[in-house]
């Protein structure tokens, strides 16, 4: 296959986190808007271009409350900065479809470059003869390095929150016409 252009398919995508809550357990999540501009070779992504942007007001880890202390000045300020945004800038191949995709990630207003393992899953042809790609992303991020640093400090010890956060994203794309 050469490169070609890719469209999301958000009814068959996520973008998942989780985070350590009082040290103890994980809290999960999800961003419900997102969209992704694609241009690869699903068998060879070195030279893809991949650039995601995330609605952070999109935040459901279904806890209203959460949601909205998240959405706040306290950890993203969404009414400032309303979108995640991840662009690569280097695809190392592993081999046997396993990729290291590394690139721009801007937070907050705060951009540092971020690594994540990306797995080509294959593609097929769905019953409306629209071609389809599948991925698989994993990842983590420390959400200090991005001014989310919030907190509060147990009686116990440590802290409420945790800084590393786990990013998981499953990714099926239709090819463009």
Do not use: C
Request: proline share 2%.
């Amino acid at each position: 296959m050469t490169k070609t252009k890719w469209a999301l398919d958000s009814a068959h995508s996520s973008v998942d986190f989780a985070i350590k809550h009082m040290m103890i357990a994980n809290v999960k999540g999800t961003f419900n808007q997102f969209d992704a501009v694609i241009e690869a070779d699903p068998e060879d992504l070195t030279t893809a271009s991949i650039e995601l942007t995330i609605d952070l007001a999109s935040i459901d880890t279904r806890n209203e409350d959460r949601d909205n202390h998240l959405r706040s000045a306290d950890f993203f300020n969404v009414e400032n900065n309303p979108k995640m945004t991840f662009k690569s800038a280097k695809i190392e191949s592993k081999g046997d479809g396993e990729y290291d995709v590394t690139g721009d990630l801007t937070i907050s207003g705060v951009t540092k470059s971020e690594t994540i393992a990306v797995t080509y899953e294959g593609s097929g042809v769905d019953p409306w003869g629209n071609v389809k790609a599948g991925f698989t992303a994993q990842g983590s991020l420390s959400r200090s390095d991005y001014g989310l640093t919030w907190n509060s400090a147990l009686e116990t010890g440590g802290v409420l929150v945790g800084d590393k956060v786990k990013i998981s994203l499953d990714i099926q794309a239709a090819k463009a016409e």
